[in-house]
Nanobody, 134 residues
Framework: QVQLVESGGGSVQAGGSVRLSCTAS????????MGWFRQAPGKGREGVAL????????WYGDSVKGRFTISHDNARNTVYLQMDNLQPEDTAMYYC???????????????????????????WGQGTQVTVSS
């Protein structure tokens, strides 16, 4: 059973930093895309950053480019999101997600031609809250 466990959220003042972690278990396939989405109250889910499991360049949403960095430690099956220069508009619930290759061979890669699409991801963590005060 695939599980994603997030940690690292909290409250911080504008300009501060937070690092989120997401540890995955229950799969060994290297064909996956893993990343972070966020959802603020009253808004839709927004793609933040994605990273391919088999290596390759990460993808970032326009609103976080230059401030957030995604990385992964394959030995620990953990993905990190380093968030610097946080602003009040970054306040949201942050969700870790993974797009694992399906039995029919579909999925398992970071498809970002139209940005990050939450519907592509088949497993999700429970979310961790990040609150940025001005």
């Amino acid at each position: 059973q695939v599980q994603l466990v997030e940690s690292g959220g909290g409250s911080v003042q504008a300009g501060g930093s937070v690092r989120l972690s997401c540890t995955a278990s229950g799969y060994t396939d290297s064909n996956y895309c893993m990343g972070w989405f966020r959802q603020a109250p009253g808004k839709g889910r927004e793609g933040v950053a994605l990273i391919p499991g088999g290596g390759g360049s990460p993808w970032y949403g326009d609103s976080v480019k230059g401030r957030f960095t995604i990385s992964h430690d394959n030995a620990r099956n953990t993905v990190y999101l380093q968030m610097d220069n946080l602003q009040p508009e970054d306040t949201a619930m942050y969700y870790c997600a993974v797009d694992l290759r399906r039995e029919d061979g579909s999925g398992g890669y970071c498809y970002t031609m139209f940005g990050a699409r939450s519907k592509d991801f088949n497993y999700w963590g429970q979310g961790t809250q990040v609150t940025v005060s001005s």
